[in-house]
Nanobody, 122 residues
Framework: QVQLVESGGGLVQAGGSLRLSCVAS????????MGWYRQTPGNQRELVAT???????NYVDFAKGRFSISRDNGKKAVYLQMNTLKPEDTAVYYC????????????????WGQGTQVVVSS
């Protein structure tokens, strides 16, 4: 059983910062790409940023220059540093990871965390 657990969300004023963390646990052989997505009520989940196992990153336009994704392969963790937050960044943020389990029965599987709420007040 593989789990992703996020933490670090909360309430922050506009212009402030938050650092989200996500740790994978369970029977894991390898973690490929990891990423962060976000979702607001009534809208589809949208990509924020991704990072490969070798550290190559990709950001959507609204995240460029304000957000930074990183990972610690030894800790099976991915992080999202969010700076200069805006009220429109308010959303539930989800961690995502493509993971190959130790038994390899199902190949690489796309896993999601339970989400962490970020609220940015104006």
């Amino acid at each position: 059983q593989v789990q992703l657990v996020e933490s670090g969300g909360g309430l922050v004023q506009a212009g402030g910062s938050l650092r989200l963390s996500c740790v994978a646990s369970g029977s894991i052989f390898r973690i490929d790409d990891m990423g962060w997505y976000r979702q607001t009520p009534g809208n589809q989940r949208e990509l924020v940023a991704t990072i490969t196992s070798t550290g190559s990153t990709n950001y959507v336009d609204f995240a460029k220059g304000r957000f930074s994704i990183s990972r610690d392969n030894g800790k099976k963790a991915v992080y999202l540093q969010m700076n200069t937050l805006k009220p429109e960044d308010t959303a539930v943020y989800y961690c995502n990871a493509r993971i190959l389990g130790r038994d390899m029965t199902f190949g690489v599987v796309n896993y999601w965390g339970q989400g962490t709420q970020v609220v940015v007040s104006s």
